[in-house]
């Protein structure tokens, strides 16, 4: 296999330089980069992690734990900020909680992202891990005093999502799921600040799953004082909700408006497009790989970075058969 010595003779220059080039040493001159660069190409040369370790003391490797990954929507984060961290000279590695203390300690990476899907786990993990003493933040947490973190303003976005539906004539806006405490809650205040009345048979019990999403309208007895329009709690809640309004004879957008939650590629392939409100990934990939390589080079940070949730029109939505 070729060594990174072997780089060096064949592109003639020092080991040094070689070693600066490969990992985006911007003293290095763009001209030289890129010949060294082609050559490692060319030879398939692969770092060897645990000299770069001995040797810089530095693994350049990010970890970030996520503890769902049937979700779409975190297969587009974790392939986004892969490529972020990528383009600033870092490779990541995607664990599971369960899984993350132990490959973080033998590979000695140099910071972590905690995606803050579970926050009822989050203390006991964050305790633990705390024993590595690596840069580490929470990614989507909604608050996190005593440390770095990237909030998501889920409060905000709901706001717009009622706010658009109530500008389409819609009055009685329902919600289906209720395992999420944050968006619950901002979907009450969002009735409340437009003036649009809460009524408890509108928020459909569902957890994260397009099962659960299809189950919660399949079984669902719409009358005549039912919501005109429904705010999903997740993309495959909102998938699933939208495959059983079909399946009941009702049509998108003719007969029930629909808004999801998080913007996925699928969301716009759907039966029919679904609007959608939810951080822009690009964004928020953006956000964290800056805010984990500014902690890891010990600069200053102000925190909570917040990314606000932006709304994605579609063809789900329409005006209100019964708006005056």
């Known amino acids: 296999m070729i060594t990174i010595k072997d780089l060096a003779k064949l592109a003639g220059v020092s080991y040094s330089t070689v070693s600066k080039a490969l990992n985006g040493d911007p003293l290095i001159k763009p001209a030289t980069r ?45 392939k986004k900020l892969h490529q972020e961290l990528k383009d600033r000279g870092y490779q990541m590695i995607l664990v599971v909680p369960t899984d993350g203390l132990e490959i973080f300690s033998q590979l000695r990476v140099d910071g972590c992202i905690f995606w803050d899907y579970m926050p009822d786990h989050r203390e006991q993990f964050l305790k633990e891990f705390s024993n590595i003493q690596i840069p580490c933040f929470l990614l989507g ?68 799953s397009w099962e659960d999403g299809y189950l919660a309208i399949r079984d669902y007895s719409f009358g005549e004082g039912s919501p005109t329009a429904f705010i999903g709690l997740n993309n495959m809640v909102t998938r699933g909700a939208l495959r059983a309004l079909m399946e009941r004879g009702l049509s998108v ?50 925190y909570p970075v917040v990314i606000q949730p932006q709304l994605y029109s579609r063809h789900s939505v329409m005006r209100c058969k019964t708006a005056k």
């Open 253 to 302: 957008p003719q007969d029930i408006s629909l808004i999801g939650y998080d913007d996925t590629p699928d969301m716009q392939y759907a039966e029919v497009a679904i609007t959608t409100i939810g951080p822009p990934l690009d964004e928020l990939a953006s956000a964290a790989a800056e805010l984990i390589v500014a902690l890891i080079k010990k600069e200053h940070v102000d």
């Open 34 to 78: 890129q010949k060294v660069l082609s050559i490692a190409e060319k030879h398939n040369y692969r770092k060897n992690i645990m000299a770069t370790q001995l040797s810089s003391g530095k693994s350049n490797i990010i970890g970030f734990v996520l503890d769902e990954l049937s979700n779409p929507l975190f297969s587009n984060i974790s």
């Open 141 to 208: 947490a909604e608050e996190s005093p005593n440390s770095p973190y990237i909030k998501i303003d889920r409060k905000e976005g709901i706001f717009k999502a009622v706010e658009h539906l109530k500008s389409f004539g819609h009055e009685r806006i329902g919600f289906i799921g209720d395992s999420q405490d944050i968006k619950i809650r901002g979907f009450k205040e969002a009735l409340h600040r437009t003036g649009l009345p809460f009524s408890s048979d509108s928020l459909l019990p569902a957890y994260s």
